[in-house]
T-cell receptor, first 117, second 115 residues
Framework: AQKVTQAQTEISVVEKEDVTLDCVYETRDTTYYLFWYKQPPSGELVFLIR??????QNEISGRYSWNFQKSTSSFNFTITASQVVDSAVYFC??????????????FGKGTHLIIQP | ETGVTQSPTHLIKTRGQQVTLRCSSQSGHNTVSWYQQALGQGPQFIFQ???????GRGNFPPRFSGLQFPNYSSELNVNALELDDSALYLC??????????????FGPGTRLTVL
């Protein structure tokens, strides 16, 4: 069975601080995909990134960066110089598996990020 | 390009009733997935439809059923509503049958309250 753990329920920082959201996953599959989604108060999930299990290169997109480490089964997300607009719930998710990708995504419980002005 | 839309926005039902939620996919997408998100939790996969056939299902009982139409829009039906069915129901569309591999585009959700 697949599992995603986001141990940080809520994080509160002051604007312009850097913040890292942790994600640890469990799977027995060799081929899988990892995702991060952002859920603002409006409710719809916004796609941020997808990573496959064979690509461990870190990725940077503007103020966002992701660190994928298979050795520790982690896929952490860092926001540099945080802004109030970054306030949201962030979900890490795992996809793939023996169903050939037809098993949907397994989500963590989410981290509520609060950026204070 | 029109995004994923869902209707209604909010719904209140009583225990034992039946409900139908609707979703319009993003243009060009042939796969629709449904997720249930309880308050304070992450979304849980209910099922997915690819080209009008259910081809993946999560750990939900048969009273959760669905349809996908030729235009790739979709319905989620829940029979014999229970109090625990109160949640935000999210629809997501994508291209290709392997939703676990692909970027999904989510709608704003339908908030269902069961009294």
């Amino acid at each position: 069975a697949q599992k995603v753990t986001q141990a940080q329920t809520e994080i509160s920082v002051v604007e312009k601080e850097d913040v890292t959201l942790d994600c640890v996953y469990e799977t027995r599959d060799t081929t899988y995909y990892l995702f991060w989604y952002k859920q603002p108060p409006s409710g719809e999930l916004v796609f941020l990134i997808r990573r496959n299990s064979f690509d461990e290169q870190n990725e940077i997109s503007g103020r966002y960066s992701w660190n994928f480490q298979k050795s520790t089964s982690s896929f952490n997300f860092t926001i540099t110089a945080s802004q109030v607009v970054d306030s949201a719930v962030y979900f890490c998710a795992l996809g793939g598996g023996s169903g050939g990708g037809a098993d949907g995504l397994t989500f963590g419980k989410g981290t509520h990020l609060i950026i204070q002005p | 390009e029109t995004g994923v839309t869902q209707s209604p926005t909010h719904l209140i039902k009583t225990r034992g009733q039946q409900v139908t939620l609707r979703c319009s996919s993003q243009s060009g997408h042939n796969t629709v997935s449904w997720y249930q998100q309880a308050l304070g939790q992450g979304p849980q996969f209910i099922f997915q439809y690819y080209r009008e056939e259910e081809n993946g299902r999560g750990n939900f009982p048969p009273r959760f059923s669905g349809l996908q139409f030729p235009n790739y829009s979709s319905e989620l039906n829940v029979n014999a509503l229970e109090l625990d069915d109160s949640a935000l129901y999210l629809c997501a569309s994508s291209l290709g049958r392997a939703v676990g591999y692909n970027e999904q585009f989510f709608g704003p959700g339908t908030r269902l309250t069961v009294l």
